[in-house]
Structure formats: structure tokens, C-alpha cells
């Protein structure tokens, strides 16, 4: 057997396992929007936390690189 046939027939093998697996259809384009939200909020999460303790700093070092551009 062709060893690039046998690799082409281990990548699909490979592939209808990972599906048969984690139950996606191919070709699913929709996305998994519930995980998007939770990854969106714990961002905004995160960003509002860091900058509610290092606003000074921050604000400072924006200012520099502000003042640096001019």
C-alpha cells in the first residue's frame, strides 16, 4: 500500500473519530455562541477587574505612549 494513501486514509480516520467523539456534525459553521458570551463577559470581567486595580498606572502609561506619538 502507498504509504501517502495510507496517511490519507488515517487523517479521515482520524477525523470521523474526533467527530463521532464530540457529537459535531461537519461543516457546522454556527459556532457555539453560549461559549462565546461566558468567553465575552469574563473578559470584560477580567479588563474591568485589572483596571479597577492598576487605573493609575495604567492611565499613566497611556498617557506616556500618547505623549511619546506626538
Known amino acids: 500500500m502507498d504509504p501517502h494513501h495510507l496517511l490519507r486514509k488515517l487523517r479521515q480516520l482520524r477525523a470521523r473519530l474526533v467527530l463521532a467523539l464530540t457529537g459535531l456534525r ?3 459553521d454556527r ?3 453560549p461559549g462565546w458570551v461566558l468567553v465575552t463577559v ?3 470581567a477580567l479588563v474591568s477587574a485589572l483596571w479597577g486595580i492598576a487605573q ?3 492611565s499613566e502609561m ?4 500618547l505623549s511619546s506619538v506626538k
Open 26 to 28: 461537519p461543516h457546522d
Open 31 to 33: 459556532g457555539d455562541v
Open 42 to 44: 469574563m473578559t470584560a
Open 56 to 58: 493609575g498606572q495604567l
Open 62 to 65: 497611556l498617557r506616556h505612549a
